[in-house]
């Protein structure tokens, strides 16, 4: 699905990066470049980043 259609940036692209180490909006938007014109995609963004990490933390948490 498009989060940000100024730019075409899906919700896995911003998933992939989060797992590959961007853990801010900064470092997701540097890297993918969400954000940067409208705006209008930047909450959904935010919720994304949130929930790819909290994922992310949970599973490290059941690993251990």
């Known amino acids: 699905m498009y989060v940000c259609l ?3 940036v899906t919700d896995k692209a911003i998933k992939q990066a989060v797992e590959n180490g961007c853990d801010t909006f ?27 990490l909290a994922k992310l933390a949970s599973s ?4 251990a």
């Open 6 to 8: 100024c730019r075409g």
């Open 60 to 63: 490290i948490s059941t690993a």
């Open 26 to 52: 900064r470092e997701v938007r540097d890297e993918l470049d969400v954000g940067t014109c409208c705006g209008m995609c930047v909450p959904e963004t935010r919720q994304l980043i949130d929930e790819t």
